[in-house]
T-cell receptor, first 116, second 113 residues
Framework: AQSVTQLGSHVSVSEGALVLLRCNYS??????LFWYVQYPNQGLQLLLK??????LVKGINGFEAEFKKSETSFHLTKPSAHMSDAAEYFC??????????????FGKGTKLSVKP | DSGVTQTPKHLITATGQRVTLRCSPR?????VYWYQQSLDQGLQFLIH???????AKGNILERFSAQQFPDLHSELNLSSLELGDSALYFC????????????FGEGSWLTVV
């Protein structure tokens, strides 16, 4: 069975500092991996996804993530935090290779706070 | 704006009642997914429809059911409601059965009192 673990339910950084949100997954098949962001009272917005190919994936708003199969990780990073990055971030996994990409298994989420 | 429309945005109802949540997917999207977000369970996949047919079930209770109509809109029916059913219910859509980006609506807040 697939699962996702997000380390740290709450991360706080200063504006301009590096953002690092950790995600580890478990999957018996090659996974598709996703990061979504949820702003207060809004739906989920896709930041980036990994399906196949290049393991370093660039997304919107300056975020990127690297798929490391040996570490079963897909950590999200951003070099310099902005106040507008404050939100909740969800890592998700789904079955690749013919499995429905939309049957996502989500982590518990990490709330990112950005201090001025 | 993702293009996925959900109604109602907020709903308060009593235990034992039945409600219907509606979702209009993005224009042309054939796949519709339903998710539940609650404080204790987090985000959980409920069910997936593709072009009117059920494709996959997740952690969906027997008291819950869904369907996708010929015009591709979908409804999630929740019956015999319990306090624990209070949650944010998301609909999402994608163009194909797999391999395409999934777009989420803003959700329907259900409060059971």
């Amino acid at each position: 069975a697939q699962s996702v673990t997000q380390l740290g339910s709450h991360v706080s950084v200063s504006e301009g500092a590096l953002v690092l949100l950790r995600c580890n997954y478990s999957s018996s098949v090659p996974p598709y991996l996703f990061w979504y962001v949820q702003y207060p009272n809004q739906g989920l917005q896709l930041l980036l996804k990994y399906t196949t190919g290049a393991t370093l994936v660039k997304g919107i708003n300056g975020f990127e993530a690297e798929f490391k199969k040996s570490e079963t990780s897909f950590h999200l990073t951003k070099p310099s935090a902005h106040m507008s990055d404050a939100a909740e971030y969800f890592c998700a996994v789904s079955e690749g290779y013919g499995g429905s990409q939309g049957n996502l298994i989500f982590g518990k989420g990490t709330k990112l706070s950005v201090k001025p | 704006d993702s293009g996925v429309t959900q109604t109602p945005k907020h709903l308060i109802t009593a235990t034992g009642q039945r409600v219907t949540l509606r979702c209009s997917p993005r224009s042309g999207d054939l796949s519709v997914y339903w998710y539940q977000q609650s404080l204790d369970q987090g985000l959980q996949f409920l069910i997936h429809y593709y072009n009117g047919e059920e494709r996959a079930k997740g952690n969906i209770l027997e008291r819950f059911s869904a369907q996708q109509f010929p015009d591709l809109h979908s409804e999630l029916n929740l019956s015999s409601l319990e306090l624990g059913d209070s949650a944010l219910y998301f609909c999402a859509s994608s163009a194909l059965e797999s391999g395409n980006t999934i777009y989420f609506g803003e959700g329907s807040w259900l409060t059971v009192v």
